[in-house]
């Protein structure tokens, strides 16, 4: 498969962000990741923690005709992080909610319409250079549909080593 040109929407969530108590980090992260495979940030969102504002961004960008969502941020298992109950209330098809990948492991993915990806990202990928959001993004560029054992195949590889020097994806991480 090819990878194809996509348009992303970006949605930070969090209220500490929203309320600007704090600097958000993660967006020019994302960004970065997908100007790896020639993706421009296309729109972009800060949402609050709540559930409703955050599906309603979602819908804002799916009626703007964006390819795929990436939901940054509010993915733990915190009662305050609501964005995987936002993603589930779009409508969208829950493929997984956690993978067997670390770092990642509280990473999310759906499809809207069974065709547009809606990602919901850990904060571990702000952090970490590789995460399982990089072995899922070039799948998704390439219009490749995952399914739930998609992700579970991952589990085998799935302990990025932090080696002092990088060298993925010609590494043994998810593969």
Do not use: W
Not at 42 to 55: F, G, S, T
Not at 64 to 91: E, F, H, Q, W, Y
């Amino acid at each position: 498969m090819t990878y194809q040109k996509k348009r992303a929407g970006v949605i930070t969530t969090g209220s500490e962000v929203y309320k600007h108590r704090i600097e958000d980090n993660f967006t020019p992260v994302i960004e970065t990741k997908l100007k790896e495979y020639g993706v421009e940030m296309e729109d972009h969102a800060v949402c609050d923690d709540k559930p409703e504002m955050i599906a309603e961004a979602i819908h804002k960008m799916l009626d703007k005709g964006m390819d795929m969502i990436i939901c940054t941020g509010g993915m733990s298992v915190d009662p305050d992080d609501r964005t995987p109950l936002a993603i589930r209330n779009t409508g969208a098809d829950v493929v997984s909610y956690g993978a067997p990948v670390l770092p990642g492991a509280m990473f999310m993915l759906a499809y809207y319409n069974r065709k547009i990806p809606i990602v919901g990202l850990p904060g571990c990928v702000m952090y970490a250079k590789r995460t399982v959001f990089d072995l899922v993004l070039p799948r998704i560029m390439a219009d490749e549909i995952l399914v739930k054992e998609d992700l579970d195949s991952l589990g085998e590889g799935g302990l990025c080593l932090s080696c002092s020097v990088c060298t993925f994806p010609n590494c043994g991480f998810g593969k």
